[in-house]
């Protein structure tokens, strides 16, 4: 009985009606005779019944002791399977594991590695919840996020740094052979542009030249899309200079499929990181999907800062 402390009187209690005397019991126990001879008087007067019919040479359990002794095994038995279904969860990456992750970058590197970890661990659950909202960890069912940008509050947070996002302007290569390369950003308001929108909102796109008093401008499009996704989707069609996160583009970009423009001009990178609320200890399953990501981001060459 790991759970239940030796002087307990139920552990006493138990180990008399196996043992059938006192001084079995305190020898097994390690007390002494009248330490459990007390610790069943105190028993039966709070229970305000009598457990052992007492003679010079033995005990007998009485009807209410058998029935107590059941009710007494049962919570033990039920604590000690508690406890080593917790002894192996603090090995074994095993329950529900709740992840927010932001949707292109959770979609495309991050589930894929989690998928594995449900493979790998039969014991474990994977809830994933994409969205680039911020949620409150700490108040939330969520175990781990992943956010791109910058992290608002870290308050009771625990934060790892899993690399920086880079953001790139480019076109296909067909728009670019037929309208022609800018080599400012001035130059870009003479071209079809591709905006990135958010619920209806333009995101901005960050250069390194001021347009005005501010480097963050909309751009001037006719294709306002939702997402990095359809982004690309357009760039990729011919339809205009677009701003997308540089490791989506990766591979057209080195087939040269798609082409970067203005390189220097275009200035925004943007940290991603791990953030789980604080504890003194750290599960598992959190353990595990923590360096699965580290990996995954890894293997996306996503640079680390």
């Known amino acids: 009985m790991p759970g239940i402390e030796r002087t307990s009187p139920i552990r006493i209690f138990l180990a008399t009606c196996r043992t059938g005397s006192f001084a079995a019991t305190a020898l097994e126990l390690h007390l002494s005779s009248s330490a459990v001879a007390k610790a069943i008087a105190r028993l039966e007067a709070r229970l305000a019944i009598r457990l052992f019919e007492r003679t010079t040479r033995s005990l007998t359990m009485t009807q209410e002791a058998v029935r107590y002794r059941s009710a007494c095994q049962r919570l033990l038995d039920d604590l000690d399977a508690t406890e080593a279904e917790l002894a192996a969860a603090n090995t074994t990456p095993s329950g529900l594991l709740r992840v927010t992750l932001p949707p292109v970058l959770g979609t495309e590197v991050i589930a894929p590695a989690l998928f594995a970890l449900v493979d790998r661990f039969p014991l474990l659950s994977v809830d994933i919840d994409l969205g680039i909202e911020t949620v409150d960890l700490v108040a ?147 353990r595990v999907a923590i360096d699965a990501i580290v990996g995954a981001v890894r293997d996306a060459g996503l640079p680390l800062r």
């Open 140 to 286: 939330s069912p969520f175990e781990l996020a992943v956010r791109v940008g910058q992290l608002p509050d870290t308050n009771g947070l625990t934060i790892r740094s899993l690399g920086i996002q880079r953001v790139v302007l480019c076109a296909s290569a067909d728009y670019l052979d037929q309208h022609g390369v800018p080599h400012t950003a001035d130059d870009l308001r003479h071209h079809s542009l591709i905006a990135t929108s958010h619920h209806g909102r333009t995101i901005p796109w960050l250069l390194g030249q001021t347009f005005g008093d501010s480097r963050r401008w909309a751009p001037p499009a006719r294709l306002h899309l939702d997402g990095s996704v359809l982004t690309l989707q357009a760039i990729r069609s011919g339809r205009g200079i677009g701003c997308v996160p540089e490791w989506m583009a990766a591979s057209d970009l080195v087939s040269g499929r798609l082409r970067t423009v203005l390189g220097e001009v275009v200035d925004e990178q943007l940290p991603i990181h791990a953030v789980w609320p604080s504890s003194p200890v750290m599960m598992p399953r959190l």
